[in-house]
């Protein structure tokens, strides 16, 4: 197999794939190199493609046993070095849940896949909905930091999936890869970026004295340094609440400082974390907020809605945990109302009302395994539009 079957030649020619394959090939050009999974409906193409790439590329695909020792062997090829993913959909994401929260607790890179399903539990395994936006980011027990991305279409996918590998080793955290079945089974011509060898992020290696070494001391950017395997550094890895050293504590002062740190560092990485779209916001009566399938219904909905003469914009978050709170209130403030159209009984509407108050937000919900029409939208905005003006 030579690079233009991965995704990674130097002038990347344009391709017919569906979102799933992106996903592999983003996760080969980042330098992923590991693969632990179930199979698991509508994720499975992921694992399927990477069964055939990871050995051209000296790579590993292990098939496990269930969900929950696909994560823990994700974990564990990253202790190791090596970049890891994993693949799956809501309810092996449920299985996940106590493991994204070790990796979160224990700072340990890693990158999930979530394609998202009808729920609640086997729910509807070939039908698309947006119902773990909050698992995604409350799933595991406690406080912990984690970053979520949302792509919206398929070369999106290869792109974030690329960034996901890029974030996680730079913030030394778990990095969710969030869409629907109808953007990962999507098929898109698409030109793959350009990857030059060695142009991604790997993580910072302890370097320095052995003995000085502490696995978890703060540092400028709140990100410590990690050992590399048998480079001679001693390390303690527990998912109990630790030291600077690695070793479990329960003393208030040196938890409060540990954890303190654990809940800020992505704070101080924002810039390089926040990514989102606007369209049309600035005359916008209406803003409609919305990821995956739904943002790309609101996009054709602002065409049908303007042409009416209703002035639709949408913003649309790329980043959607830690969500793009400032970039969300300059995109909403000259607007009367905002509009959230989403695949679930209203989770990303929650977010809104929490930045932008409840007043002006409006949900548009759909959860019978059918995708929200553009028309739909573009009706919603209509009527909202003509209410706010009476007031």
Not at 98 to 113: F, L, R, T
Not at 296 to 318: T, Y
Not at 352 to 372: N, Q
Request: glycine share 8%.
């Amino acid at each position: 197999m030579n690079a233009v079957d991965i995704g990674i030649a130097p002038k990347a020619a344009a391709r017919l794939i569906s979102g799933n394959h992106a996903c592999a090939l983003g996760a080969v050009a980042a330098g992923c190199r590991f693969f632990a999974g179930y199979p698991i409906t509508p994720s499975s193409e992921v694992a399927e493609r990477l069964s055939r790439l990871l050995p051209e590329v000296d790579g590993v695909f292990v098939q496990m046993e269930d969900e929950i020792a696909s994560i823990a062997a994700v974990i564990g090829a990253s202790m190791g070095g090596v970049k890891a993913l994993t693949a799956t959909s809501g309810p092996g994401f449920s299985l996940k849940q106590e493991n994204i929260g070790y990796a979160a607790g224990a700072e340990i890179p890693c990158v999930i896949v979530n394609v998202m399903r009808g729920g609640p539990s086997t729910g509807m395994p070939t039908r698309p909905a947006q119902a773990d936006i909050m698992q995604s980011r409350w799933g595991s027990h406690g406080d912990y930091p984690i970053i979520v991305l949302a792509p919206a279409s398929v070369h999106e996918i290869y792109t974030e999936t690329i960034r996901a590998f890029d974030l996680a080793e730079t913030c030394r955290t778990p990095v969710v890869l969030l869409y629907d079945q109808v953007i990962a089974q999507l098929t898109e011509t698409v030109e793959l970026a350009d990857v030059e060898a060695g142009a991604h992020t790997e993580r910072k290696w302890a370097s320095g004295p052995r003995e000085a070494y502490q696995p978890y001391a703060a540092n400028e950017d709140g990100i410590p340094a990690m050992s590399r395997p048998g480079a001679g550094y001693r390390v303690h890895t527990t998912g109990l609440t630790h030291a600077e050293n690695g070793f479990p504590t329960q003393n208030p002062e040196a938890v409060a400082r540990n954890l303190g740190r654990l809940f800020t560092k992505l704070e101080r990485h924002r810039d390089a974390i926040e990514s989102w779209e606007e369209i049309g916001c600035q005359d916008a009566d209406v803003v409609a907020v919305a990821i995956g399938i739904s943002a790309r219904a609101a996009m054709r909905a602002i065409d049908i809605a303007r042409a009416k003469g209703v002035r639709l914009g949408l913003f649309r978050p790329i980043t959607l945990w830690p969500f793009p709170e400032n970039a969300l209130r300059e995109a909403a403030k000259n607007a009367r109302a905002v509009l959230v159209p989403e695949m679930n009984a209203g989770q990303l509407s929650l977010e809104v009302e929490r930045i932008l108050g409840s007043k002006r937000v409006h949900g548009l919900y759909r959860y019978d395994g059918e995708a929200i029409a553009p028309a739909e939208i573009a009706a919603r905005a209509e009527v909202l539009a003509k209410e706010k003006a009476k007031k």
